[in-house]
C-alpha cells in the first residue's frame, strides 16, 4: 500500500483501517523508513522553513530541524514503549510491534498538520490537528493491542499524557541548544496548557476505571 493511501485511510476511515494495520506483517526499521522518518519531516522542514523565513539564522534553523526531526523519531519510540507497558494494566496484550504500529500510525494526523508550521502564527491549527490523533490512538487501542473497548478511553488518557509530557520534553531539550524567542515562550505555555488540560482527563478516566 503507499504512503498517501494509508494516510488517507487512517485519517478518513481509522475504525476500518485499523483491523488492516494489525493484519499487516511489519517490524521497527519498515515501519521507520516506510512510514514514520517520512511524516516526521514535514513539520521539521515545515518549522525550518516559517521560522528562516521570519528570520531566524539558516545555520539556527538547521540545528532546530535536525534536533527537532531526531527527537520526534525517538518520542516515537519512547512512546511505543509505554503504550507496551501499559497494556496489561488495562487489560491489554502487550505486544511491542503492535505498539509501535499504534503510535506510529496514531501520530499521523499531527505529523501531517505540522504544514502548517510553515506559517508559524498558524501553528495553533498544527496543534488543532494533533488533537485529532488521540482519536485515532483511542479507535486503534483495543485493536492493536487488545484492550477491552471499555478500558479504551482510560488507556488513551494515559498515554496522550505521556505524548505531552514527552513533546515539552522535546520542547525544552531544543531550546537549550536553539535560540530562544518570543515564538519559543508561546510554544513552551501551549504545551503547559495542553499538559494540564490532558492530565486532568487522564485523572478522571483513571478514576472511571477505578470505579
Known sequence: MSLIQRVQDILLR???TWPAIAAEPADTASLYS???????AVPALATFIGLTLLGLPVMAGLLQLVIGYVLSLVMVYVLALIVDALAPTFGGTKSPIDALKLVAYGSTAGFVGGIFNLVPFLAI????A???SIYLIYTGVPVMMKCPP???VAYTAVVIVCGIVAMIILGAITSLVVPA???H???AAADAGAAAVAANAGAVALAA???
Open 181 to 183: 524567542g518570543p515564538l
Open 125 to 128: 491549527l498544527g496543534l488543532l
Open 130 to 132: 494533533a488533537l485529532y
Open 209 to 211: 476505571a477505578a470505579r
Open 185 to 187: 515562550v508561546g510554544a
Open 34 to 40: 516506510g512510514y514514520v522518518a517520512i511524516l516526521a
Open 14 to 16: 481509522p475504525r476500518q
Open 150 to 152: 471499555d478500558k479504551a
